[in-house]
């Protein structure tokens, strides 16, 4: 069994940067992937960023605005986001995709979300 705990979440201004971190733990033997995905009021969830293998991928509204890291050593996904926008509002949820064993197959792991909110 995988926990995440996320933290970093709040209110800013328009304009302004906040940085998200989860990490992970419990039984860990490999996580896959790591990444961050939002959903906001009425929609619905999106990916954000992730990174796997070294390869990061992030949605095409946060491109050259969100950066997105991984330390392996503390099982630990990063999100700096800079310039927000009132439209980033939204819960932010880690994710992490994880293997019990080396043939296990994936499972996907949630953490409990944490709130973003931009102000304009």
């Known amino acids: 069994q995988v926990q995440l705990v996320e933290s970093g979440g709040g209110l800013v201004q328009a304009g302004g940067s906040l940085r998200l971190s989860c990490a992970a733990a419990?039984?860990?033997?490999?996580?896959?992937?790591m990444g961050w995905y939002r959903q906001a009021p009425g929609k619905q969830r999106e990916l954000v960023a992730s990174?796997?293998?070294?390869?990061?991928t992030y949605g095409d509204s946060v491109k050259g605005r969100f950066t997105i890291s991984r330390d392996n050593a503390k099982n630990t996904v990063y999100l700096q986001m800079n310039s927000l926008k009132p439209e980033d509002t939204a819960v932010y949820y880690c994710?992490?995709?994880?293997?019990?064993?080396?043939?296990?197959?994936?499972?996907?792991?949630w953490g409990q979300g944490t709130q973003v909110t931009v102000s304009s």
């Open positions: 994710n992490v995709q994880h293997r019990a064993s080396l043939l296990s197959p994936r499972v996907n792991y």
């Open positions: 990174v796997a293998s070294g390869a990061t």
């Open positions: 419990g039984s860990i033997y490999r996580i896959d992937a």
